[in-house]
DNA sequence: GTTCCTGCAAAATTTTTGCATCAGT
DNA sequence: ACTGATGCAAAAATTTTGCAGGAAC
Protein backbone atom coordinates (compact mmCIF):
# COMPACT_ATOMS: atom_id res chain seq x y z
CA UNK A 1 0.00 0.00 0.00
CA UNK A 2 1.16 3.16 -0.55
CA UNK A 3 1.35 5.95 2.08
CA UNK A 4 -0.06 9.61 1.91
CA UNK A 5 4.01 10.07 3.20
CA UNK A 6 5.18 8.57 -0.13
CA UNK A 7 2.20 10.21 -2.37
CA UNK A 8 3.51 13.67 -1.50
CA UNK A 9 7.09 13.04 -1.36
CA UNK A 10 6.27 11.59 -4.95
CA UNK A 11 4.66 14.93 -5.77
CA UNK A 12 7.61 17.15 -4.56
CA UNK A 13 10.18 14.39 -6.23
CA UNK A 14 8.20 14.73 -9.69
CA UNK A 15 8.14 18.99 -9.34
CA UNK A 16 12.30 18.85 -8.69
CA UNK A 17 12.90 17.05 -11.55
CA UNK A 18 10.61 18.98 -13.84
CA UNK A 19 12.35 21.69 -12.74
CA UNK A 20 15.72 20.35 -13.04
CA UNK A 21 15.02 19.71 -16.60
CA UNK A 22 14.69 23.29 -17.53
CA UNK A 23 11.47 22.77 -17.47
CA UNK A 24 8.19 24.93 -16.36
CA UNK A 25 5.23 24.28 -13.70
CA UNK A 26 2.63 24.77 -16.30
CA UNK A 27 -1.30 24.20 -14.74
CA UNK A 28 -2.15 21.25 -16.68
CA UNK A 29 1.08 18.66 -16.12
CA UNK A 30 0.69 19.87 -12.18
CA UNK A 31 -2.60 19.03 -12.37
CA UNK A 32 -1.89 15.35 -13.76
CA UNK A 33 1.16 14.84 -11.47
CA UNK A 34 -1.53 16.09 -7.97
CA UNK A 35 -4.34 13.33 -9.92
CA UNK A 36 -1.86 10.51 -10.23
CA UNK A 37 -0.40 10.86 -7.00
CA UNK A 38 -3.88 10.33 -5.55
CA UNK A 39 -4.52 7.06 -7.75
CA UNK A 40 -3.79 3.30 -6.38
CA UNK A 41 -3.62 1.80 -9.55
CA UNK A 42 -3.29 2.95 -13.48
CA UNK A 43 -5.32 5.44 -15.42
CA UNK A 44 -5.58 6.24 -18.78
CA UNK A 45 -5.02 9.76 -20.22
CA UNK A 46 -8.97 9.83 -20.68
CA UNK A 47 -9.59 8.88 -17.27
CA UNK A 48 -7.40 11.67 -16.65
CA UNK A 49 -8.90 14.07 -18.18
CA UNK A 50 -12.62 12.78 -16.76
CA UNK A 51 -11.20 12.88 -13.52
CA UNK A 52 -9.49 16.58 -13.91
CA UNK A 53 -12.93 18.00 -15.50
CA UNK A 54 -15.26 16.65 -12.68
CA UNK A 55 -13.45 18.36 -10.02
CA UNK A 56 -13.11 21.61 -9.69
CA UNK A 57 -9.97 23.77 -10.90
CA UNK A 58 -8.35 23.46 -13.97
CA UNK A 59 -9.70 21.36 -17.22
CA UNK A 60 -6.99 20.83 -19.62
CA UNK A 61 -7.49 19.82 -22.93
CA UNK A 62 -7.13 16.29 -24.04
CA UNK A 63 -3.61 17.01 -26.08
CA UNK A 64 -2.12 18.71 -22.56
CA UNK A 65 -2.91 15.21 -21.23
CA UNK A 66 -1.01 13.69 -23.42
CA UNK A 67 2.01 15.76 -23.62
CA UNK A 68 2.11 15.46 -19.68
CA UNK A 69 1.82 12.07 -19.44
CA UNK A 70 4.46 11.73 -22.23
CA UNK A 71 6.90 14.41 -20.76
CA UNK A 72 6.40 12.50 -16.84
CA UNK A 73 7.24 9.07 -18.75
CA UNK A 74 10.48 10.40 -20.03
CA UNK A 75 11.61 11.58 -16.54
CA UNK A 76 10.66 7.80 -15.40
CA UNK A 77 8.33 9.76 -12.70
CA UNK A 78 5.64 7.73 -14.14
CA UNK A 79 5.39 4.36 -15.50
CA UNK A 80 3.54 3.39 -18.94
CA UNK A 81 2.09 -0.08 -18.75
CA UNK A 82 -0.16 -1.87 -21.60
CA UNK A 83 -2.93 -4.00 -20.21
CA UNK A 84 -3.92 -5.89 -23.14
CA UNK A 85 -6.88 -3.46 -23.98
CA UNK A 86 -5.52 -0.94 -26.64
CA UNK A 87 -4.81 1.67 -24.16
CA UNK A 88 -2.10 3.05 -22.75
CA UNK A 89 -2.33 3.53 -18.67
CA UNK A 90 -0.55 5.20 -16.86
CA UNK A 91 0.82 5.64 -12.96
CA UNK A 92 3.47 6.86 -10.52
CA UNK A 93 7.23 5.55 -10.18
CA UNK A 94 8.27 5.61 -6.70
CA UNK A 95 12.06 6.68 -6.76
CA UNK A 96 12.65 3.63 -4.34
CA UNK A 97 12.13 1.21 -6.95
CA UNK A 98 9.21 -0.45 -5.38
CA UNK A 99 6.42 -0.59 -7.42
CA UNK A 100 4.08 -3.38 -8.74
CA UNK A 101 2.58 -5.00 -11.41
CA UNK A 102 -0.98 -6.79 -12.65
CA UNK A 103 -3.95 -8.58 -12.71
CA UNK A 104 -6.73 -8.07 -15.43
CA UNK A 105 -9.84 -10.29 -14.59
CA UNK A 106 -10.81 -11.35 -18.22
CA UNK A 107 -14.51 -11.16 -16.94
CA UNK A 108 -15.01 -7.74 -15.02
CA UNK A 109 -12.25 -6.19 -15.97
CA UNK A 110 -11.19 -5.03 -12.63
CA UNK A 111 -7.46 -4.17 -12.36
CA UNK A 112 -5.76 -5.53 -9.12
CA UNK A 113 -2.12 -4.43 -8.36
CA UNK A 114 -0.19 -7.04 -7.26
CA UNK A 115 3.43 -7.35 -5.60
CA UNK A 116 5.61 -10.36 -5.52
CA UNK A 117 9.28 -10.28 -4.00
CA UNK A 118 9.69 -13.87 -5.47
CA UNK A 119 9.38 -12.46 -9.19
CA UNK A 120 11.09 -9.50 -8.78
CA UNK A 121 14.58 -11.80 -7.41
CA UNK A 122 13.63 -13.45 -10.38
CA UNK A 123 14.02 -11.31 -12.71
CA UNK A 124 16.90 -9.38 -11.42
CA UNK A 125 18.53 -12.81 -12.36
CA UNK A 126 17.35 -13.58 -15.35
CA UNK A 127 18.82 -10.02 -16.50
CA UNK A 128 21.96 -10.74 -15.15
CA UNK A 129 22.19 -13.64 -17.56
CA UNK A 130 20.37 -11.69 -20.17
CA UNK A 131 22.94 -9.22 -22.32
CA UNK A 132 20.37 -6.75 -22.36
CA UNK A 133 20.15 -4.15 -19.77
CA UNK A 134 16.94 -3.76 -18.28
CA UNK A 135 15.52 -0.37 -17.62
CA UNK A 136 11.94 -1.29 -16.74
CA UNK A 137 9.22 -4.22 -16.53
CA UNK A 138 6.20 -4.85 -17.19
CA UNK A 139 4.31 -8.44 -15.69
CA UNK A 140 0.63 -8.35 -16.71
CA UNK A 141 -1.30 -11.55 -15.49
CA UNK A 142 -4.72 -12.28 -17.76
CA UNK A 143 -7.16 -14.36 -16.03
CA UNK A 144 -10.55 -14.77 -13.37
CA UNK A 145 -9.83 -12.79 -9.91
CA UNK A 146 -11.38 -14.33 -6.95
CA UNK A 147 -14.90 -13.03 -6.99
CA UNK A 148 -15.42 -14.09 -10.60
CA UNK A 149 -13.79 -17.67 -10.35
CA UNK A 150 -16.08 -18.25 -6.94
CA UNK A 151 -19.46 -18.00 -9.62
CA UNK B 1 13.61 -22.22 -31.18
CA UNK B 2 10.57 -23.38 -32.49
CA UNK B 3 10.89 -26.28 -34.56
CA UNK B 4 9.50 -26.93 -37.91
CA UNK B 5 7.55 -29.59 -36.49
CA UNK B 6 5.88 -27.44 -34.12
CA UNK B 7 4.86 -25.18 -36.40
CA UNK B 8 2.58 -27.68 -38.69
CA UNK B 9 1.66 -29.42 -35.74
CA UNK B 10 0.48 -25.82 -34.40
CA UNK B 11 -1.04 -25.68 -38.38
CA UNK B 12 -3.25 -28.51 -37.87
CA UNK B 13 -3.67 -28.18 -34.11
CA UNK B 14 -5.55 -24.55 -34.97
CA UNK B 15 -7.67 -25.88 -38.11
CA UNK B 16 -9.27 -28.64 -36.03
CA UNK B 17 -10.17 -26.78 -32.92
CA UNK B 18 -11.73 -24.02 -35.68
CA UNK B 19 -13.84 -26.93 -36.69
CA UNK B 20 -14.47 -27.82 -33.35
CA UNK B 21 -15.68 -24.50 -32.63
CA UNK B 22 -18.04 -25.00 -35.56
CA UNK B 23 -16.59 -22.15 -37.37
CA UNK B 24 -15.54 -22.55 -40.93
CA UNK B 25 -12.35 -22.49 -43.08
CA UNK B 26 -11.98 -19.41 -44.93
CA UNK B 27 -9.43 -17.87 -46.94
CA UNK B 28 -8.17 -15.20 -44.70
CA UNK B 29 -7.94 -17.15 -41.78
CA UNK B 30 -6.15 -19.55 -43.10
CA UNK B 31 -3.76 -17.16 -44.90
CA UNK B 32 -3.41 -15.81 -41.19
CA UNK B 33 -2.75 -19.11 -39.48
CA UNK B 34 -0.20 -20.18 -42.02
CA UNK B 35 1.97 -16.56 -41.95
CA UNK B 36 1.77 -16.57 -38.48
CA UNK B 37 3.38 -20.60 -38.43
CA UNK B 38 6.41 -19.09 -39.98
CA UNK B 39 6.90 -16.29 -37.51
CA UNK B 40 9.82 -16.33 -34.72
CA UNK B 41 8.07 -13.19 -33.19
CA UNK B 42 5.09 -11.35 -33.03
CA UNK B 43 3.59 -9.30 -36.08
CA UNK B 44 0.93 -6.31 -35.93
CA UNK B 45 -1.97 -7.02 -37.21
CA UNK B 46 -1.34 -4.35 -40.32
CA UNK B 47 2.10 -6.26 -40.95
CA UNK B 48 0.21 -9.75 -41.11
CA UNK B 49 -1.80 -7.90 -43.93
CA UNK B 50 1.27 -6.37 -45.55
CA UNK B 51 2.97 -9.91 -45.80
CA UNK B 52 0.25 -11.65 -47.29
CA UNK B 53 -0.28 -8.89 -49.66
CA UNK B 54 3.57 -9.15 -50.38
CA UNK B 55 3.13 -12.84 -51.28
CA UNK B 56 1.34 -14.26 -54.01
CA UNK B 57 -2.63 -15.76 -53.07
CA UNK B 58 -4.77 -14.37 -50.96
CA UNK B 59 -4.64 -10.63 -50.49
CA UNK B 60 -7.40 -10.11 -47.59
CA UNK B 61 -8.40 -6.81 -46.30
CA UNK B 62 -7.48 -5.46 -43.20
CA UNK B 63 -10.63 -6.16 -41.11
CA UNK B 64 -10.40 -9.69 -42.07
CA UNK B 65 -7.33 -10.64 -40.42
CA UNK B 66 -8.26 -8.28 -37.27
CA UNK B 67 -11.36 -10.91 -37.62
CA UNK B 68 -9.09 -13.60 -37.96
CA UNK B 69 -6.80 -12.82 -35.15
CA UNK B 70 -9.73 -11.97 -32.83
CA UNK B 71 -11.16 -15.26 -33.34
CA UNK B 72 -7.87 -16.93 -33.06
CA UNK B 73 -6.89 -15.21 -29.70
CA UNK B 74 -10.64 -15.62 -28.48
CA UNK B 75 -9.94 -19.77 -29.05
CA UNK B 76 -7.02 -19.41 -27.07
CA UNK B 77 -4.71 -20.42 -30.75
CA UNK B 78 -2.58 -16.92 -30.55
CA UNK B 79 -1.47 -14.74 -28.15
CA UNK B 80 -2.52 -11.23 -28.02
CA UNK B 81 0.62 -8.65 -27.30
CA UNK B 82 1.08 -4.87 -25.62
CA UNK B 83 4.81 -3.99 -26.24
CA UNK B 84 4.21 -0.50 -25.02
CA UNK B 85 4.24 0.66 -28.72
CA UNK B 86 0.38 1.38 -29.18
CA UNK B 87 0.03 -1.69 -31.43
CA UNK B 88 -1.36 -5.11 -30.60
CA UNK B 89 0.80 -7.74 -32.32
CA UNK B 90 0.22 -11.42 -31.96
CA UNK B 91 2.18 -14.56 -32.59
CA UNK B 92 1.41 -18.46 -31.88
CA UNK B 93 0.60 -20.12 -28.97
CA UNK B 94 1.50 -23.45 -28.91
CA UNK B 95 -0.10 -25.62 -27.12
CA UNK B 96 2.24 -27.43 -24.75
CA UNK B 97 2.62 -24.21 -22.81
CA UNK B 98 5.81 -23.58 -23.71
CA UNK B 99 5.93 -19.73 -24.74
CA UNK B 100 8.24 -17.34 -24.26
CA UNK B 101 8.47 -13.13 -23.40
CA UNK B 102 9.84 -10.45 -24.90
CA UNK B 103 12.71 -7.87 -24.63
CA UNK B 104 12.30 -4.55 -25.86
CA UNK B 105 15.17 -1.84 -26.83
CA UNK B 106 14.19 1.72 -26.12
CA UNK B 107 17.21 2.61 -28.47
CA UNK B 108 16.66 0.16 -31.79
CA UNK B 109 13.30 -0.72 -31.09
CA UNK B 110 14.37 -4.66 -31.69
CA UNK B 111 12.04 -7.32 -29.60
CA UNK B 112 14.08 -10.32 -28.56
CA UNK B 113 12.26 -13.55 -27.68
CA UNK B 114 13.29 -14.72 -24.21
CA UNK B 115 12.71 -17.82 -22.28
CA UNK B 116 13.72 -18.01 -19.11
CA UNK B 117 12.72 -20.91 -16.54
CA UNK B 118 13.44 -19.43 -13.39
CA UNK B 119 10.76 -16.41 -14.45
CA UNK B 120 8.22 -19.39 -15.11
CA UNK B 121 8.79 -20.99 -11.85
CA UNK B 122 8.72 -17.95 -10.03
CA UNK B 123 5.31 -17.14 -11.70
CA UNK B 124 4.04 -20.16 -11.14
CA UNK B 125 4.85 -19.64 -7.50
CA UNK B 126 3.07 -16.77 -7.47
CA UNK B 127 -0.36 -18.06 -9.15
CA UNK B 128 -0.80 -20.52 -6.32
CA UNK B 129 -0.45 -17.94 -3.40
CA UNK B 130 -2.54 -15.46 -5.57
CA UNK B 131 -6.23 -16.05 -5.18
CA UNK B 132 -6.41 -15.12 -9.26
CA UNK B 133 -6.82 -18.12 -11.69
CA UNK B 134 -4.09 -17.38 -14.07
CA UNK B 135 -4.64 -18.15 -17.73
CA UNK B 136 -1.81 -16.30 -19.28
CA UNK B 137 0.15 -14.28 -18.51
CA UNK B 138 2.82 -11.34 -20.15
CA UNK B 139 6.03 -10.04 -19.70
CA UNK B 140 8.05 -7.60 -21.24
CA UNK B 141 11.44 -6.17 -20.87
CA UNK B 142 12.11 -2.40 -21.71
CA UNK B 143 16.11 -1.60 -21.77
CA UNK B 144 18.63 -1.65 -24.18
CA UNK B 145 20.11 -4.54 -26.16
CA UNK B 146 23.64 -5.41 -26.20
CA UNK B 147 24.13 -4.02 -29.61
CA UNK B 148 23.54 -0.76 -28.82
CA UNK B 149 24.41 -0.69 -24.93
CA UNK B 150 27.71 -1.54 -26.41
CA UNK B 151 27.82 2.19 -28.47
C1' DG C 1 11.29 39.32 -23.05
C1' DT C 2 12.15 34.85 -24.14
C1' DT C 3 10.79 30.31 -24.17
C1' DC C 4 7.95 26.89 -22.77
C1' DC C 5 3.10 25.48 -21.92
C1' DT C 6 -1.69 25.12 -23.07
C1' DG C 7 -5.98 24.50 -25.54
C1' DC C 8 -8.40 24.04 -29.60
C1' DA C 9 -8.85 21.99 -33.87
C1' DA C 10 -7.23 19.08 -37.41
C1' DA C 11 -4.79 15.03 -38.71
C1' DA C 12 -2.88 10.50 -38.34
C1' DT C 13 -3.22 5.83 -36.69
C1' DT C 14 -5.26 1.84 -35.09
C1' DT C 15 -9.34 -0.83 -34.57
C1' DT C 16 -14.32 -1.79 -35.13
C1' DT C 17 -18.69 -2.10 -37.55
C1' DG C 18 -22.34 -2.23 -41.48
C1' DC C 19 -23.56 -4.34 -45.35
C1' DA C 20 -23.73 -6.71 -49.64
C1' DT C 21 -21.61 -10.66 -51.61
C1' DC C 22 -19.13 -14.89 -51.68
C1' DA C 23 -17.97 -19.47 -50.09
C1' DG C 24 -17.87 -23.67 -46.96
C1' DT C 25 -20.55 -27.27 -45.07
C1' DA D 1 -29.80 -23.68 -48.89
C1' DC D 2 -28.18 -22.08 -44.74
C1' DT D 3 -24.94 -19.59 -42.30
C1' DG D 4 -20.56 -18.08 -41.50
C1' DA D 5 -16.59 -15.52 -43.89
C1' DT D 6 -14.84 -11.81 -46.63
C1' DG D 7 -13.89 -7.21 -48.58
C1' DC D 8 -14.89 -2.63 -49.07
C1' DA D 9 -16.06 1.51 -47.08
C1' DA D 10 -17.42 4.18 -43.31
C1' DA D 11 -17.12 5.01 -38.48
C1' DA D 12 -15.16 4.99 -33.92
C1' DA D 13 -11.57 5.41 -30.73
C1' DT D 14 -7.00 6.63 -29.45
C1' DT D 15 -3.01 9.38 -30.03
C1' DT D 16 -0.23 13.01 -32.35
C1' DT D 17 0.65 17.47 -34.41
C1' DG D 18 0.12 22.62 -35.85
C1' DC D 19 -0.62 26.88 -34.35
C1' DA D 20 -1.93 31.04 -31.84
C1' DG D 21 -2.34 32.90 -27.38
C1' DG D 22 -1.04 32.76 -22.54
C1' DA D 23 1.99 31.89 -18.63
C1' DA D 24 6.36 30.84 -16.09
C1' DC D 25 10.91 32.15 -15.37
Redesign the interface.
Known amino acids: MTTDHERTEWVRHADAAIAAAGLRAGGARKAVVDLLARQDCCLSAQEVRDALNDAPGATPGIASVYRALDTLTELHLVH?V???D?V?KYEPAYPGGEHHHH?V??ECGTV?P?A?T??E???H???E??????????????????RC?RR
Not at 129 to 145: K, N, P, S
Open positions: RDLGQAACRTIDGIDALAMARLRFDVEAHDITLHGRCAA
